[in-house]
């Protein structure tokens, strides 16, 4: 069994990631560590998907800091 935060899986997540995914978190973490993300030079899913990732990160770090 996986369990991270709320979600929990009883198979590894990796299966459930595609290439396509993966590209985009590397890329939110590359254009986030250079120091921000031009929302305007993005496509509509690259502004969802890179929300959504902010919102985890921050939640991410939110646990570690409680528990930390």
């Known amino acids: 069994m996986w369990l991270r935060g709320g979600l929990a899986l009883d198979s590894c997540p990796k299966s459930y990631i595609t290439a396509e995914s993966e590209g985009m978190v590397e890329d939110f973490l ?4 250079l120091g921000g993300i031009d929302f305007r030079s993005l496509s ?4 969802e998907g890179f929300l959504f990732l902010e919102q985890a990160l921050a939640e991410e770090l939110s646990l570690r800091s409680v528990s930390g």
């Open 30 to 33: 590359v254009r986030r560590r």
């Open 44 to 47: 509509a899913r690259q502004v």
